[in-house]
């Protein structure tokens, strides 16, 4: 999920839902802005 | 200039899948509604099954913000009623971020986990004297200002 200090992040809310389920985690929701 | 620091994506990762929406893509408005998303940087802890447990908003450069996410995670726990993890993390802020904008929260909130624990024990007392030595102008002690008044 990180590559020398780079998040790798989820995209697709189900899948972000999935992983917290089978990994036992919460989820972190960033909503940012690109500009 | 926050994420790419390894303190704040080693907390992340330990805790929590990262996920993202850009706010500027159409197919993410109905979600960014049921949000009611007005500003960004707009982070949520989620569980599961998609229910908010914790919010905060705007740039934290990554002392402040490995603190307050850490305090959002604990937050979570508590909230779920997983004490024990709740205490870890709030104890992890108050160990590495004392000085954080977040301590006095994870301070008062640690007093919180344990008595929730065991409610018959002292920590929620002591937690909170903690709280009104350390962090004697913030808001979690005016919080617990309760405990001061005379019976």
Partial sequence: ?35 | MTYPDEDVISAMLANAIPFQVDNTNKNAFAMLHRLHHIWTPDLRVLDHNGDELYRWDGFLPPAEFTARMLCGFAMAHLRTKRFDAAEKLYVEVLRRYPTAYAAPEAQYYLGVARYRNDPEGDDLTEQWQVLRSLYPSSEYRLKQYFKELPQ
């Fill in chain 1, 1 to 35: 999920m990180s590559n020398g200090g780079k998040i790798s992040w989820e995209h697709e809310y189900e899948n972000a839902l999935e992983r917290a389920r089978s990994e036992q985690k919460l989820v972190l929701l960033d909503v940012f802005n690109p500009g």
